[in-house]
């Protein structure tokens, strides 16, 4: 079996409050982009997890990360050996973990059906892994694992990803986020509560990370109709109204910073 873990973006994300629990209570709208990192499955003797492509080595403890834990967590008839091909950035706020583990999610339902309760599984292994399963634009409340419908019609809008090849680490952004709640996320279509939405935790990770601010002024000036920073960062999106335009803002990108992760898609 062959699945993409789907890159995950932010339209929006409000943070409103700090928890007892030491979590945050957010309000945001994953959506996702049709590309990301490519996990491979086939059977074996043993459960085995294999990581190659660009980013591998920012993961330094394979048989720790979400993959080998879903695999851990979910039923199946035989043993698997996975192989995840990294091409998204780690640390990067784009779910590159969650969306993975959502990959393993739906490749375990096409061979065996899911097991009654994995939503509870996957939330426990990560806020943004039950967003991830379904790999749809949604809306996610409480910690980001209580999810609604969330309106499609931003579906094939072109986008453009861009990282500074920085990471970024979500608890420090969080920890550094001021507590000021700004106000609920707006409702209406996916266009709506991007466009008269915010990201709570820009602000933060600007500090924390200057150049998430050189990424941001360089997609504004592409012509893009959204440009906002992805979950804790520092990955940051331009929205397009067509291929054309986002093709051109690519190759501008390139060209004035070349060494600067990219990659252009569609919102699914």
């Known amino acids: 079996m062959i699945e993409t873990a789907y890159a995950k973006i932010n339209l929006a994300l409000h943070v409103r409050r700090?928890?007892?629990?030491?979590?945050?209570?957010?309000?945001?709208?994953f959506?996702?982009?049709?590309?990301?990192?490519?996990?491979?499955?086939?059977?074996?003797?043993?459960?085995?997890?294999?990581?190659?492509?660009?980013?591998?080595?920012?993961?330094?403890?394979?048989?720790g990360n979400l993959?080998?834990?879903?695999?851990?967590?979910l039923p199946r008839e035989a043993s698997w050996r996975v192989t995840l091909e990294k091409n998204l950035?780690?640390?990067?706020?784009?779910?590159?973990?969650?969306?993975?583990?959502?990959?393993?999610?739906?490749?375990?339902?096409?061979?065996?059906?899911?097991?009654?309760?994995?939503?509870?599984?996957?939330?426990?292994?990560?806020?943004?892994?039950?967003?991830?399963?379904?790999?749809?634009?949604?809306?996610?409340?409480?910690?980001?694992?209580?999810?609604?419908?969330?309106?499609?019609?931003?579906?094939?809008?072109?986008?453009?990803?861009?990282?500074p090849r920085v990471p970024l680490s979500t608890g420090p952004v969080f920890k550094a986020w001021d507590g000021q709640d700004r106000g609920a996320m707006p409702e209406g279509s996916a266009r709506a509560i991007a466009l008269h939405g915010r990201n709570d935790l820009e602000t933060p990770a600007l500090a924390l990370c200057p150049p998430v601010g050189e990424v941001l002024g360089a997609l504004r000036e592409t012509g893009a109709w959204l440009v906002?920073?992805?979950g804790s960062g520092a990955t940051?999106?331009?929205?397009?109204?067509?291929?054309?335009?986002?093709?051109?803002?690519?190759a501008a990108i390139a060209k004035a910073h070349p060494g600067w992760w990219r990659l252009a898609g569609a919102l699914r």
Request: charged share 25%.
């Open 31 to 63: 959506a996702f982009v049709d590309a990301g990192d490519i996990l491979s499955a086939g059977p074996a003797e043993r459960d085995s997890l294999h990581v190659v492509g660009e980013f591998a080595a920012g993961l330094d403890d394979p048989f």
């Open 228 to 230: 906002r920073m992805s």
């Open 67 to 73: 993959v080998a834990r879903a695999l851990g967590g």
């Open 89 to 163: 950035p780690v640390a990067a706020g784009l779910g590159g973990g969650s969306a993975d583990a959502g990959a393993v999610f739906r490749m375990v339902e096409r061979a065996v059906g899911l097991p009654q309760g994995w939503e509870a599984l996957a939330a426990k292994l990560g806020a943004d892994v039950p967003a991830c399963v379904a790999s749809r634009t949604v809306v996610g409340r409480g910690t980001g694992t209580e999810l609604e419908p969330g309106p499609q019609d931003l579906a094939g809008t072109p986008v453009l990803l861009v990282n």
């Open 18 to 29: 700090r928890r007892e629990d030491g979590y945050h209570e957010l309000e945001t709208l």
């Open 236 to 250: 940051s999106f331009g929205l397009y109204d067509d291929a054309a335009a986002r093709d051109a803002a690519d």
